[in-house]
């Protein structure tokens, strides 16, 4: 089913990806790609799960394949999505988390309203994680920042 046609009750039904024991299987080049991502606030009792007794509500990301439908749900403790990673850099900020060496591409991030009222996120290239930990932070890259992974 397309997300577009997807009720909240029908992302509830989203198998959860199991990052940490599957990432080989889900991420055989290292990185586990995907066209878009929703955005689902963590509920419970009907309210938002607040992350770590703050402020801030937690958060599960719904990864989207090419045909627009699930591929599984990630997250469920994060409170904020860093779109290219911390601060927006990529693999533009040197190593020692200095300030962006190089200028920063414009990716062509852009949000949409899904009919169920989630909030689908996408870029203009594919989309990937390259880590198989979704904590606090969800970083999702664009294709333009693929780095060579470490073997």
């Known amino acids: 089913m397309k997300i577009t046609e997807m009720k909240k009750e029908d992302f509830a039904t989203v198998p959860e990806l199991d990052l940490w024991n599957d990432w080989e299987k889900l991420a055989p080049t290292g990185y586990l790609e995907f066209r878009s991502f929703v955005i689902i606030p963590v509920e419970r009792n009907g309210k938002v799960e607040l992350y770590d007794e703050t ?9 989207v394949n090419d045909n627009m439908e699930p591929i599984g ?31 920063v591409p414009a990716k062509g991030w852009s949000i949409d309203c899904l009919p169920c009222g989630y909030l689908n996120v996408w870029a203009k290239r594919v989309l990937f994680l390259e880590d198989r930990f979704v904590g606090s932070n969800f970083e999702p890259y664009s294709e333009e920042d693929r780095r060579p992974r470490k073997e």
């Open 55 to 63: 402020d801030w509500g937690c958060m599960e990301f719904c990864l």
């Open 73 to 103: 749900k990630v997250g469920g403790g994060s409170d904020v999505v860093n779109l290219d990673g911390i601060g927006g850099y990529g693999s533009h900020k040197s190593r020692d988390w200095g300030v962006f060496t190089k200028l």
